[in-house]
């Protein structure tokens, strides 16, 4: 299991409206989600950025990312998130969210240490 | 259970020393969170942000850091990280760590819709 964190901005004066739309996502998006093998997925906020949380069970993210890209229902949505948001410097070339490098993990280490 | 995340800066060319010192947590400090009934702990590093996740299964967030913040093998550990780290514009007063709210959860919806 691999832990994913995530950022990015959200624009001014969208976060109430990014907020409405997150309180009820749709199904299939939901479940394309899972389909990819993705768990614990939360959103956080702080400041103006959004802070994304997953663990990826999966052994191929680069793909089940494109799955989620190639999902009819999932383009509909990101058609209304996407203007919402707005990448951060950090943010590689042809990336949305910005990907953070895991540098500590209580359960790894206590593994480690056994 | 609550799922936490936070934020602080690591200070210019202080990243090295805190990695280093993440490569091995001094066990009575791990179990000591494991203690304040924190699971599923990791640390992600974003420019100059480390970003903390994690879990709270107990009742009493606030007790349970305090908790933490009265043991000595926790003080010394912390008197060796929190000069490489400066707390974010976000941070409340007295807050070391910024603390982002949860605004999606992907375990929740699903529950929800059900």
Redesign the interface.
Known sequence: MR?V?Q?IRVRPGQLDE??RL?Q??P?PV?DR??RSH??????????DR??G??EYHGDDLAADLAAMAADEPTLRWWALTDPLQEP???AGAGEHW??????????E??Q??Q
């Open positions: 832990r964190v950022e990014y907020r997150h009820r996502v199904g939901l989600i899972r993705i768990a614990n997925y939360s959103i956080h906020l702080l400041g959004l802070i949380y997953f951060l410097p950090e910005a990907t953070a490098r895991q540098i500590f993990s209580l359960e280490q206590e480690e240490q």
